[in-house]
């Protein structure tokens, strides 16, 4: 089973920057490739950036040049960096692990959720 925490969500006016974080603990596992998710009201999650455990990173178009997905392998951290925030894109954004456990299962994990809201 992994945990994921996730932190830095907040307010912030059009424009601003804000990063977020997950950090990921649990019993003897190794992540796949870590990912931020995010859902508006009345709309369906979408894939904000994705990084892969080699460091390959994939950015929805919407954000590139404007969010940076990295990692921390030794604490199992993943961090997005997002400037120029937009009022659109105040959501709920998500955590997302891609990890496989001591007994070789692959599962997806999603944190709890962390409020990010541009005002304009």
């Known amino acids: 089973q992994v945990q994921l925490v996730e932190s830095g969500g907040g307010s912030v006016q059009a424009g601003g920057s804000l990063r977020l974080s997950c950090a990921a603990s649990g019993s003897r596992f190794r992540v796949n490739a870590m990912g931020w998710y995010r859902q508006a009201p009345g709309k369906q999650r979408e894939l904000v950036a994705k990084?892969?455990?080699?460091?390959?990173?994939t950015y929805a178009d919407s954000v590139k040049g404007r969010f940076t997905i990295s990692k921390d392998n030794a604490k199992n951290t993943m961090y997005l960096e997002m400037n120029s925030l937009k009022p659109e894109e105040t959501a709920v954004y998500y955590c997302n692990v891609d990890a496989t456990d001591r007994l070789l299962r692959r599962e997806a994990y999603w944190g709890q959720g962390t409020q990010v809201t541009v005002s304009s």
């Open positions: 990084i892969t455990s080699g460091g390959t990173t």
